[in-house]
């Protein structure tokens, strides 16, 4: 409950028709994309401005009241859910280009724009804004940053962090910093631009970001390679590298998964087979020629049993289309779906299918795979029912098997989809108790009061700790 003091001073910084504790608006923002997580804020609030965000904060700091910065609510690891109740900080308002600036190769933007709408501004223009996010045309840049989001484009492009050039930030008593700019270089002290990129809220909040632009790519290709085997499709992710072709696209996707994207896209995607490679190429139209006759004839030699490319911008736009709507065609299955996100190094892809078919079978789950087989990326899907208590101890036991294992094939438990709640419980996997306390005393530093989206990265009794058998 946010005390009357509070909301009276709330209230005149914002204005009583931007501050919302109705029972119907505490609902909405109770929840965000992540399945079986739902708590209820005390309150919403709309600032306009970073004036207004930093004067909230102040309140919210004198008062110890939580804070749950939030943009379209598409995360996956219960992010944005309050979970400790507080003040859902919504930026719907702050949703503008401020400048884009054709002779730096950047674009300042508020946090509350949606990542598609920046990414065609940009094209509009000649320019390239290269992460791309499944959900880009709902996301916004506040949460693609707060995520540190990847992509389809990840593997020749990089993450959003590699895009962030410069932040305006509101720390946990309202002081606003600014960090980066844009500059080609700056070494000038601690580099806070890379800490706040994917630190989930916990933090600072984001108020404005300066992000790269690159030149348009002049051309594009598309093409689709099918296999019956999963290990030659694995092994042809590796050899495309080995040969020192770096696709933009380079995407993974299992029968079980085909089957389901293609009752739901219905584009004519084959469903006999055991894996497809969506691969994607752009730059030059010389070079992409090239490279497209080159990944041909690679996935030919790795016994690919069809090699199409897409005859049209149409068709090859369908093609990526359909692997984008992946998790929305596997979420009719079920009531419920759980969508993770493990990652591996490259050469480790096929083994990790294997065991995630193997973890699915020796649980007796339905679980498809799909993601970025060019960097590793997985998305290991359950759909489910979280009403079956039974059926979800099993799933949360698979998954604990499924982080366990990428971690012994040196790979991660998150690659983009963050850590928030979802993840908490297996973060010490990857960072051992060392980074977990290095972590927490650099939270303690900056939020000492605890404020900034609290229950967040660091494991509570919220996810049950499962232990893996070796």
Avoid: W
Avoid at 315 to 331: I, P, Q, V, Y
Avoid at 432 to 442: F, P, T, Y
């Amino acid at each position: 409950m946010i005390p009357k003091a509070a909301k009276e001073k709330l209230t005149a910084i914002a204005g009583i028709d931007q501050y919302d504790d109705s029972n119907a608006v505490r609902l909405v923002y109770s929840y965000d994309a992540t399945p079986n997580f739902q708590s209820l804020p005390d309150a919403v609030i709309s600032p306009r401005n970073t004036g207004e965000v930093s004067e909230i904060v102040k309140v919210c700091s004198e008062y110890s009241i939580p804070i749950v910065p939030r943009g379209s609510g598409t995360n996956l690891c219960a992010g944005t859910c309050p979970t400790e109740g507080g003040l859902v900080i919504l930026f719907k308002h702050m949703n503008r280009i401020l400048d884009l600036d054709e002779e730096n190769l950047a674009i300042t933007v508020q946090p509350g724009l949606v990542t598609l709408d920046l990414i065609r501004e940009a094209e509009a223009k000649g320019l390239f804004y290269p992460p791309d996010p499944s959900s880009m045309k709902i996301s916004t840049i506040g949460g693609n940053i707060n995520e540190n989001s990847g992509g389809l484009r990840g593997l020749k492009y990089g993450v959003t962090r590699d895009y962030v050039m410069g932040l305006e930030v509101v720390l946990a008593n309202g002081d606003v910093i600014r960090t980066g700019g844009k500059l080609a270089k700056d070494v000038a002290g601690y580099d806070f631009t890379r800490l706040f990129t994917g630190s989930e809220g916990t933090l600072g909040i984001i108020t404005e970001a300066t992000l790269k632009l690159i030149p348009m790519p002049e051309t594009k290709k598309t093409m689709l390679a099918l296999y019956q085997d999963l290990e030659a499709a694995a092994k042809t992710v590796s050899k495309i590298i080995a040969n020192k072709i770096i696709p933009a696209t380079l995407e993974f996707l299992d029968q079980p998964t085909l089957e389901v994207v293609e009752e739901f896209a219905q584009i004519g995607l084959p469903t006999d087979v055991k894996a497809v490679l969506l691969i994607e190429q752009d730059g030059p139209r010389e070079v992409v020629e090239r490279d497209m006759a080159k990944m041909e004839n690679i996935c030919r030699e790795e016994s690919a049993v069809s090699v199409q490319v897409a005859k049209t911008a149409s068709e090859a736009e369908a093609l990526t289309a359909a692997r984008r709507a992946a998790l929305s065609a596997l979420a009719r299955l079920k009531p419920t779906t759980i969508l993770e996100d493990a990652t591996v190094p490259r050469s480790e892809i096929a083994n990790m299918v294997r065991s995630i078919n193997e973890i699915a079978s020796k649980y007796d789950l339905k679980i498809c795979t799909f993601g970025h087989a060019g960097d590793g990326n997985l998305h290991p899907t359950c759909p489910t029912d979280a009403r079956n208590k039974e059926e979800m101890e099993r799933v949360e036991n698979a998954f604990a098997e499924i982080f366990a294992k990428a971690i012994e094939l040196g790979g991660t438990i998150t690659g983009e989809h963050g850590v928030g709640v979802m993840k908490a419980p297996y973060l010490e996997l990857k960072l051992g108790s060392e980074g977990i306390a290095a972590m927490q005393a650099v939270k303690a530093a900056l939020d000492p009061k605890n404020i900034m989206n609290p229950g967040k990265i660091f494991a509570k009794d919220s996810r049950k700790r499962v232990v893996v058998s070796k």
